[in-house]
């Protein structure tokens, strides 16, 4: 089966983690681009402040205050937005939320807290999307990181979860597709975004954490998720550096080992003094409305990798027409040395 996706204008989206980060990024670009939206988090007044805002500036938008962790709350999600607007037809499991330290120092209750928001959020998301979208057709997308492909030391249960959600998303689409279902899924693979992600996480470790470069913009994520939102695609890597090391992990895992043990440990921790461990975001929300925390690194601010896999017709085009212009440009220069010199 062929999947018909709306254009972004006329759909109707659901944002899990829709007041910080790649989350919050995304609902300003979609209802920016005409599409309703359903804003879904845990901070009340993050919400209300941001359906404010949206309205305000012409948006049809809805909030619910709900916890992805919790099924029932997932569910109230869903009602809320066809009672509203009748329908829904893109799903964005978007909320998550990081732990760094080493595995044998994080507690198993943060470790299944984590999981509890990382892994059955996307789950129940994907399920209650799925009995709603198998009607009328539309498209789920999940979040899930570089990390998915290969683990990251002093991240090792959010890599866990990561995986987890990769390895759901997939049986899922597979299913899906076997029983011809019109519903596209997409995991999307971000690799180091400059969010709030940091300010958010739980940290175990001795010094305050810190994401190793590249960092990439939350603005790439953003378009690569609306864009999943219109035009199926069955993976998209977020930044070139999410790719490479993905084909790393596939290609020569002990080459990556091996560099990871040496730098990726020490890039992760800034050498500035920790912050009191209470201070995150894992059982309460936390500080929201904040695309960026400001990464005091360079910011790649777009991705030529992530434009040529989700528009490769375009990028081709401008390649060829790039050949055709050197070409042309070579010729003209060949042509005017071969003349004589009254000619020139």
């Known amino acids: 089966m062929k999947l018909q996706l709306k254009k972004l204008s006329e759909q109707v989206i659901v944002i899990t983690g829709a007041t910080s980060g790649i989350g919050l990024t995304t609902a300003r670009k979609a209802a920016k681009r005409g599409a309703k939206v359903v804003l879904v988090a845990r901070n009340e007044?993050?919400?209300?402040?941001?359906t404010f805002e949206l309205s305000k500036q012409g948006g049809e938008v809805i909030h619910v205050v709900?916890?992805?962790?919790?099924?029932e709350d997932v569910r109230r999600v869903a009602r809320a937005a066809i009672e509203r607007f009748g329908r829904f037809d893109t799903w964005v499991n978007n909320a998550g939320i990081s732990i760094f330290g080493r595995n044998e120092d994080v507690?198993?209750?943060?470790?299944?807290r984590l999981f509890q928001t990382n892994f059955w959020g996307?789950?129940?998301g994907s399920l209650v999307a799925v009995e709603h979208l198998k009607k009328r057709g539309g498209a789920i997308i999940n979040l899930g990181s570089e990390v998915s492909d290969r683990a990251a030391p002093l991240q090792g249960i959010y890599s866990a979860s990561k995986h987890a959600v990769k390895g759901f998303t997939d049986s899922l689409r597979l299913e899906l597709e076997a029983e011809d279902a019109p519903i596209a899924v997409t995991l999307i693979k971000p690799a180091a975004i400059d969010t709030m992600f940091i300010e958010h996480a739980k940290n175990y470790l001795e010094t305050e954490p810190q994401l190793p470069p590249p960092i990439y913009a939350?603005?790439?994520a953003a378009d690569a998720i609306l864009y999943a939102a219109a035009?199926?695609?069955r993976d998209i890597f977020v930044g070139g550096a999410a790719k490479l090391v993905s084909s790393t992990a596939h290609y020569a895992p002990r080459i990556l080992d091996s560099y990871m043990k040496r730098f990726v440990i020490k890039q992760q921790k800034s050498g500035m003094p920790a912050r009191d461990r209470s201070q995150n975001s894992l059982y309460q929300p936390g500080s929201d409305l904040q695309e960026r925390q400001g990464y005091p690194g360079h910011v790649f601010e777009s991705s030529l990798y992530t434009k040529?896999?989700?528009?490769?017709k375009a990028?081709?085009?401008l390649m060829v027409g790039i050949g055709f212009a050197l070409a042309a440009l070579w010729q003209s220069r060949s042509g005017v040395e071969s003349r004589p010199a009254w000619l020139r």
């Open 308 to 312: 040529a896999s989700i528009h490769p």
């Open 315 to 317: 990028v081709t085009a």
């Open 231 to 233: 035009h199926f695609k």
């Open 218 to 220: 939350p603005e790439i």
């Open 122 to 124: 996307v789950v129940y």
């Open 45 to 50: 007044d993050a919400l209300r402040q941001l």
């Open 107 to 112: 507690s198993l209750e943060d470790q299944r």
């Open 66 to 71: 709900a916890d992805v962790g919790i099924e």
